[in-house]
């Protein structure tokens, strides 16, 4: 069950991420200063909490050891997905 919640959490925060990002977001229509900031903010905090949460559940050796390998999965498909997304979408025009 910690696997499956910090996977979850740093899913989402790696996806925020690149929600907000230069590139992605005119097409995610994050065109407010105040709403990119919202997102960034909320990015932060969930990453805050999965290593929070990693650590409380294995100390901080193991803990950090799997919030990196969470967060390195989670940060190369949230990037595959955006990689396909575009592809998909070049492909219908």
């Given at each position: ?10 899913l ?20 407010h200063?105040?709403a990119?900031?919202?997102v ?26 799997y ?27």
């Amino acid at each position: 069950m910690t696997h499956i919640f910090l996977q979850a959490l740093l899913l989402m925060s790696c996806g925020l991420f690149a929600i907000s990002s230069e590139r992605h977001r005119h097409s995610f229509l994050l065109k407010h200063h105040a709403a990119l900031l919202t997102v960034k903010i909320f990015a932060w905090v969930m990453l805050s909490i999965a290593l929070y949460f990693s650590q409380l559940k294995c100390g901080w050796a193991l803990g950090l050891v799997y919030f990196t390998g969470h967060a390195s999965f989670a940060c190369g498909f949230i990037h595959f997905t955006l990689i396909a997304n575009k592809r998909i979408k070049s492909n219908k025009s």
